[in-house]
Each structure stands twice: as C-alpha cells, then as structure tokens.
C-alpha cells in the first residue's frame, strides 16, 4: 500500500511539473513559428494543460482501467469549473471580457448535453467515440478561424503579455516541447499503476479513484495557471483555461479512450457525474456569458457557491464509498 502511495504522490507532482515545462515550451516554439497570441491560448495551452488527462485516460483505457478513463476526464471537469473557477474567483472576481470565451459557452454546453446522450444507453463504443473526435476536429477548425478574425480580443491581449513574459529560445522550447512531453507519458504510467494498485487494496472501483484523486492531480496544471493569471489581472486567461480544458476532456479525452477500448458504462456515471457536471457547466454558462448588456463576472460569492458545491460533491462520493 506504501508503495503505491508513493507512486502517486511522485507520479502527481512529475504529471504537474512535466505540463508546466510541456506547455511552456510549446507555446514558445508557435510563437517562434509564428502562431499569433490567440490560437497560441486557445488550442496550444488548452491542449498542453489537458496532456495529463489525455495521456492517463489514453493508458488506462489501454490497461483495462475504464473506470479511470471516464472519472479523470469527467471528474476533471467538475474540479476545474468547481474547484479551479471557485478558488480564483474567492482571490479575484473573474470578469469576462473576451468575445470568443463568450462564443465558446455555449459550444461547451452542447458537448455536454451531446455526452449526457452518447452515455444515456450506459455504454461508450467506438462509433460514439469516433463523433466526439469528429466534433472536437470541427470546434478546433472553428476556433482556428475564430482566432484569425479577433486578433483585436481581450484574451489576444493578455496572452500576448503572458508570452512576452515567458519567451525563451527556439532551441530551449524544442527541448522542453519534448522533455516534457516524454515526462508527461512516464508520470502518467506511475500514477496509474499507483491509482489503480490503492483502489484495489481499499475495494474501492476505480472508477471513484479516478473522480477524485486523478482528477484533481491531472487538473492542478489549469488551477496553478489560471490563479497565476487571476493575479495578475488576467482573467480571460484564467476562464479560457477551463473552457478549453472541459471541450478537450468531455470531446479528445473521453473520445481517444474510447478508440483505445470501448467501455461499458454505471448507471451512476449519469445519474451522478455527469449529471453534476452538466449542473456545473450551466451555471458557468449563466454566470459568464452576460445577458442584457451585463457583462459576465463570477464574484467572490459565486466563487465560495462553485467551492461548497465541490466539497458537497466529494463528500457524497467519500459517504458512497465508506457507508
């Protein structure tokens, strides 16, 4: 049991810092290549700050670990719009300003509804998986587009000055692209096999170790980088974080799992999770998107409702388990 507890805590802290050095590089070497600052934030972050869920989910599936698969990705979700959003507003109210995030609201509201139906049979197959990725090909189509035609963005911006601050040299950006990336997939192996090891030894499925211990691991990228955003002012960056993470979880991540091994499906999946995350996603939608020339903003208030919602939802699944 000491062992594969170790496994986790090491394999955690390697999954976080290996992102943070995997994202940084990426984005400096399309910068280096010319990227401009939006699609930069939007498909090259939001992809790099989801690397952990892909490649845990994409080696457990392979493993025969579904449970693992769908609870990182899904329980992903809720920690950063529960836990990631709730704690940076609690420091700073994020106030939305950005057009695009304001178009992607929705668009994440529809996958959701699109996995909540995929699901409703209790099994994912390889056809359901292969819409997901379709449709994720199809959002970062449109999101290419939407980022060459707003260059003038909010989250244009502050990504901007967030690449300024970090820029290095194209061969230093190459070496970190690939550093870690290679650490990325080693990580991952070591907090599986430690995941699914404790699950195991506690008779617990795995299934509830992925929705919260996995989770929040792969989840700790976005909430280092979007509180680090929020203090500096940036929120566009801090929610485009989440938004981009949520598309590349519920869509890439669920659907590269679902290539890999097909899975059968709990009825609690639906009736609990994915009914608290679709939850979860609406009230980000009402919140953040604005309505009657109010701008969107998620106060202190409705940062503190997002954190007990959190609290409430671990609990539940802690009493489900031990009672």
């Known amino acids: 049991m000491l062992l594969p507890l170790l496994a986790v805590v090491a394999g955690l802290a390697l999954l976080v810092w290996s992102a943070d050095r995997f994202v940084d590089g990426a984005a400096a070497t399309a910068r280096h290549f010319g990227m401009p600052a939006l699609l930069i934030g939007m498909v090259i972050v ?35 719009i529960a836990l990631i959003l709730g704690v940076t507003a609690v420091i700073s109210p994020i106030a939305v300003q950005s057009q695009v995030l304001r178009k992607e609201l929705p668009i994440l ?9 995929q699901l409703w049979d209790r099994d994912l197959s390889r056809v359901d998986a292969w ?69 195991q030894s ?49 869509l890439a991540v669920v659907g590269i799992a679902g290539t890999i091994s097909p899975m059968a499906v709990g009825a609690e999946v639906i009736s609990r999770d994915l009914l608290v995350m679709g939850l979860l996603t609406l009230s980000l939608f009402i919140v953040c998107y604005g309505w009657r020339g109010r701008p969107g903003k998620i106060s202190r208030y409705e940062g503190i409702a997002l954190l007990a919602c959190y609290v409430g939802y671990n609990v539940y699944l802690a009493s489900s388990v031990f009672i």
Do not use: C
């Open 46 to 80: 939001g992809f790099g700050t989801s690397a952990p869920e892909m490649v845990v989910s994409a080696l457990a599936a392979s493993q025969g670990n579904p449970g693992i698969a769908l609870g990182n990705a899904y329980g992903s979700n809720i920690t950063n």
């Open 109 to 117: 509201a529809a996958v959701t509804v699109l996995a909540v139906w």
């Open 131 to 199: 819409i997901l990725l379709g449709v994720f090909a199809g959002i970062m189509g449109w999101t290419i587009f939407q980022g060459l035609r707003n260059k003038g963005d909010a989250l244009d911006g502050e990504m901007e000055k967030s690449l300024n601050e970090h820029a290095m040299p194209l061969g230093k950006a190459v070496f970190w692209l690939v550093v870690g990336l290679v650490l990325l997939v080693a990580s991952s192996r070591l907090l599986v096999w430690g995941a699914v090891s404790i699950a």
């Open 202 to 250: 506690l008779g617990v499925s795995d299934l509830i170790i992925g929705l919260t211990i996995v989770a929040v691991g792969t989840s700790l990228p976005e909430l280092a980088s979007s509180i680090a955003a929020t203090r500096k002012g940036e929120h566009d960056i801090a929610l485009g974080n989440v938004i981009g993470s949520n598309l590349f979880n519920t």
